[in-house]
């Protein structure tokens, strides 16, 4: 994934089974092909964003952060005093950047990506608030979260209409403060149709997405009673 040509890849390490081993490993692989590795944390804790930076990653894209406090918390955790409070140690950072650990350490403040994501109604209503803090380089949208948060009581899931709005009362927010804004997408013509409307840090499907898509597909060609549903006895 990291040799055909994306400019970044994120290691998901919040909504799958990946350990800080497994993404350390990763991170490598994906710097040593001259991508960028990011990596989505579990929340917005001081050791988990120090872990996954220790071990190699570029940048942090932090789930649900939801006031000013906790995105201040964030940026100190990614960064080295005077700027933050995160701590001095480890040597896959310096390693995924092919410099030594004194170099890192000079200018990694100016390096590491911080991500926010935004994934609540109740972070949307204060979302100047939140996009404002110094140090936040990205927006990125969950759309899945912000659906669900948006739900009536009774569970029923919030109209196209509502979401659209909603996702565009992000941007709106995110471009008065001067921020770049992300939203997750499942297809190219998505993705082109957000980049026109203004979002600037985009990811389009998964891995494993991309894998079963082509997997059917090739299902689909050889097998097609499969496909269709009508299983074959063999």
């Known amino acids: 994934m990291a040799r055909v040509g994306f400019p970044w890849l994120t290691v998901d390490i919040e909504h799958t089974h990946t350990d800080i081993q497994t993404a350390a490993m990763m991170f490598g692989a994906i710097a040593d092909a001259g991508c960028v590795p990011l990596a989505r944390i579990q929340a917005s804790r001081h050791e988990y964003i120090k872990s996954v930076l220790d071990c190699g990653a570029m940048g942090i894209v932090v789930p649900m952060v939801m006031d000013a406090a906790e995105a201040k918390a964030v940026v100190a955790a990614a960064k080295y005093p005077p700027q933050g409070n995160r701590s001095v140690g480890g040597g896959l950072h310096a390693m995924n950047y092919g410099t030594n650990a004194q170099d890192y350490y000079v200018k990694a403040n100016d390096e590491i990506l911080v991500v926010i994501q935004t994934e609540h109604i109740a972070a949307v209503e204060i979302a100047d608030e939140i996009y404002s803090v110094p140090g936040i380089d990205a927006i990125f949208v969950g759309p899945n979260d912000l659906a669900a948060s948006l739900r009536q009581a009774d569970g029923t899931p919030p109209s196209k209409s509502l979401m659209e709005e909603t996702l565009q009362r992000i941007l709106a927010a995110a471009k008065r403060q001067g921020v770049p804004c992300g939203l997750h997408v499942t297809s190219y013509a998505d993705a082109e149709r957000r980049m026109a409307e203004g979002w600037q840090f985009i990811a389009v499907g998964s891995e494993l997405k991309m ?24």
């Open 211 to 234: 894998m079963l898509d082509g997997a059917s597909t090739l299902v689909g060609q050889l097998y097609p009673e499969r496909a269709s549903g009508e299983l074959a006895k063999y």
